[in-house]
């Protein structure tokens, strides 16, 4: 199992421009999360999808665009890049709640730098 | 609305020396409560997590966490730190409305002084 994996690990982009982060689960999970990682701030829910084909807004969704169209897969887009989306991304998935499948398993994580 | 507070962004201990961690958690419905721990440039790992059964909860390296309602906490200890310790701890709350959304906390980066 690779558990979740993310793609790129590593992108710089000029403002204005578009990119698409892949996330991608072999465990089979329902959930899936995209999250930001700033210095000081911790961890805050961008998106997060309860299973195919659904998607719900986190704390902080504006800029940002998700698709679940694949049980496996969570991607998330940046339609316009701004300098304050400099990041870590990371992507979580669990299997579901009750019965211990609320741990959630994250990804790697993506840094980005908007110039 | 959910809302994690950890008290201090950086906690220094000698090796040895016992490591505590502060969270306290505020939420309208009984939680589920977390700590994940992050090695630097990775990602968050699971170390123990608190689903309404013992109160007292034990996790993975030693470390133990104590959900306690009247005081909305959940802090995280450890007996003896070890040099491997040192990495950043996050608590989370989450509860079961609509998508288990989790609230991370700031985070404490712990450091372990030989």
């Known amino acids: 199992n690779a558990g979740v994996t993310q793609t790129p690990k590593f992108r710089v982009l000029k403002t204005g421009q578009s990119m698409t982060l892949l996330c991608a689960q072999d465990m089979n999970h329902e959930y899936m999360y995209w999250y930001r990682q700033d210095p000081g701030m911790g961890l805050r829910l961008i998106h997060y999808s309860v299973g195919e084909g659904t998607t719900a807004k986190g704390e902080v969704p504006d800029g940002y665009n998700v698709s679940r169209l694949k049980k496996q897969n969570f991607l998330l887009g940046l339609e316009s890049a701004a300098p304050s989306q400099t990041s870590v991304y990371f992507c979580?998935?669990?299997?579901?709640?009750?019965?211990?499948?609320?741990?959630?398993?994250f990804g790697p994580g993506t840094r980005l730098l908007v110039l | 609305a959910q809302s994690v507070t950890q008290l201090g962004s950086h906690v220094s201990v000698s090796e040895g020396a016992l490591v505590l961690l502060r969270c306290n958690y505020s939420?309208?419905?009984?939680?589920?409560l977390f700590w994940y721990v992050q090695y630097p440039n990775q990602g968050l790992q699971l170390l123990l997590k608190?689903?309404?059964?013992?109160?007292l909860v034990k996790g993975i390296n030693g470390f133990e966490a104590e959900f306690k309602k009247s005081e909305t906490s959940f802090h995280l200890t450890k007996p003896s730190a070890h040099m491997s310790d040192a990495a950043e701890y996050f608590c989370?709350?989450?509860?079961?409305?609509?998508?288990?959304?989790?609230?991370f906390g700031a985070g404490t980066r712990l450091f372990v002084k030989a």
């Open positions: 989370a709350v989450s509860d079961n409305t609509g998508g288990f959304k989790t609230i």
């Open positions: 979580a998935s669990n299997r579901g709640v009750g019965q211990g499948e609320e741990t959630q398993y």
């Open positions: 608190y689903t309404s059964a013992a109160t």
């Open positions: 939420s309208s419905v009984p939680p589920y």
